[in-house]
């Protein structure tokens, strides 16, 4: 066992007979004493930043453009070339799936922020543009020439007709022995979908001429009368719907060109 003489000098300090200073010991045994650490509350740790998939963004925005530009020339080999309809059904359900991962156990969180993400878009671009079409009568079809209305707005909201047309797709059982139908023939068929009184004359009394067309009235007493009328569909095979121009009750002429004749005899 070593022993350590000191003595006290005068600086305060304690040096040994050796010239060892005992401050150096004491310094270096209190480093190698365990200290005690006051407890630091810990941080939460941060969500970790989501990286986006740069594939995933270039093949939408292309996408994109190829569907606005589909609809804006109607190249018929577009779609070919890439189908871009499969594509962004695929893309919406990739982040759709990506989503739920995100959020495991609690789908209905992801259907929200989706529906807050779309919808109100759509609503303020409906909001914007209904009214601006009902208040400028824009035609929903370019052969009809019929004004948005409120009849046709609801076939947008409830499609049980085409309300570009205004045709509904029907499927007809024919009989298994009919003879001369072959698969790919057109053929025209008829409803009964309700039952309205109409005013129906026969076609052989219905004068056309040019741009005219008309009828020549017969009355109780005096001359006949050619009178322009406004006509309808065919009702049967020998009549046709007047839709204005004559009351019922009136009587015309069977034989306009005789009719017209004896006018023009009178006449001169």
Same mark, same amino acid.
């Given at each position: 066992?070593?022993?350590?003489?000191?003595?006290?000098?005068?600086?305060?300090?304690?040096?040994?007979?050796?010239?060892?200073?005992?401050?150096?010991?004491?310094?270096?045994?209190?480093?190698?004493?365990?200290?005690?650490?006051?407890?630091?509350?810990?941080?939460?740790?941060?969500?970790?930043?989501?990286?986006?998939?740069?594939?995933?963004?270039?093949?939408?925005?292309?996408?994109?453009?190829?569907?606005?530009?589909?609809?804006?020339?109607?190249?018929?080999?577009?779609?070919?070339?890439?189908?871009?309809?499969?594509?962004?059904?695929?893309?919406?359900?990739?982040?759709?799936?990506?989503?739920?991962? %995100? !959020?495991?156990?609690?789908?209905?969180? =992801? @259907?929200?922020?989706?529906?807050?993400?779309? &919808?109100?878009? *759509?609503? +303020?671009?409906?909001?914007?543009?209904?009214?601006?079409?009902?208040?400028?009568?824009?035609?929903?079809?370019?052969?009809?020439?019929?004004?948005?209305?409120?009849?046709?707005?609801?076939?947008?909201?409830?499609?049980?007709?085409?309300?570009?047309?205004?045709?509904?797709?029907?499927?007809?059982?024919?009989?298994?022995?009919?003879?001369?139908?072959?698969?790919?023939?057109?053929?025209?068929?008829?409803?009964?979908?309700?039952?309205?009184?109409?005013?129906?004359?026969?076609?052989?009394?219905?004068?056309? %001429? !040019?741009?005219?067309?008309?009828?020549? =009235? @017969?009355?109780?007493?005096?001359?006949?009368? &050619?009178?322009? *009328?406004? +006509?309808?569909?065919?009702?049967?095979?020998?009549?046709?719907?007047?839709?204005?121009?004559?009351?019922?009750?009136?009587?015309?002429?069977?034989?306009?060109?005789?009719?017209?004749?004896?006018?023009?005899?009178?006449?001169?």
């Amino acid at each position: 066992m070593t022993s350590l003489s000191v003595e006290r000098t005068a600086d305060t300090g304690f040096v040994d007979t050796e010239g060892i200073d005992v401050r150096e010991i004491r310094a270096a045994l209190t480093a190698k004493a365990p200290q005690q650490v006051a407890p630091q509350q810990e941080q939460p740790a941060s969500a970790p930043v989501r990286q986006r998939d740069r594939y995933i963004d270039t093949l939408r925005a292309v996408a994109l453009v190829r569907v606005m530009t589909y609809h804006s020339f109607g190249w018929a080999w577009l779609p070919l070339l890439f189908p871009s309809m499969g594509i962004m059904f695929a893309l919406a359900g990739s982040l759709v799936a990506a989503s739920l991962d %995100r !959020s495991p156990g609690n789908p209905w969180r =992801v @259907l929200r922020k989706r529906t807050v993400r779309l &919808l109100p878009p *759509v609503w +303020l671009f409906g909001l914007v543009v209904v009214p601006v079409m009902l208040v400028a009568g824009w035609t929903h079809t370019v052969a009809a020439g019929s004004p948005l209305n409120v009849r046709t707005l609801l076939l947008w909201v409830l499609p049980i007709s085409d309300p570009h047309t205004l045709t509904t797709k029907a499927r007809l059982d024919l009989p298994p022995d009919l003879k001369g139908v072959f698969p790919g023939m057109f053929a025209r068929a008829h409803f009964v979908v309700g039952r309205a009184t109409k005013l129906v004359i026969p076609n052989e009394a219905v004068v056309r %001429r !040019s741009e005219v067309t008309a009828v020549y =009235v @017969l009355p109780q007493q005096g001359q006949a009368q &050619l009178r322009q *009328v406004r +006509l309808g569909v065919a009702a049967g095979k020998d009549g046709v719907e007047v839709l204005a121009g004559l009351r019922p009750g009136e009587r015309v002429s069977l034989e306009p060109v005789k009719t017209g004749m004896v006018v023009k005899q009178a006449v001169q």
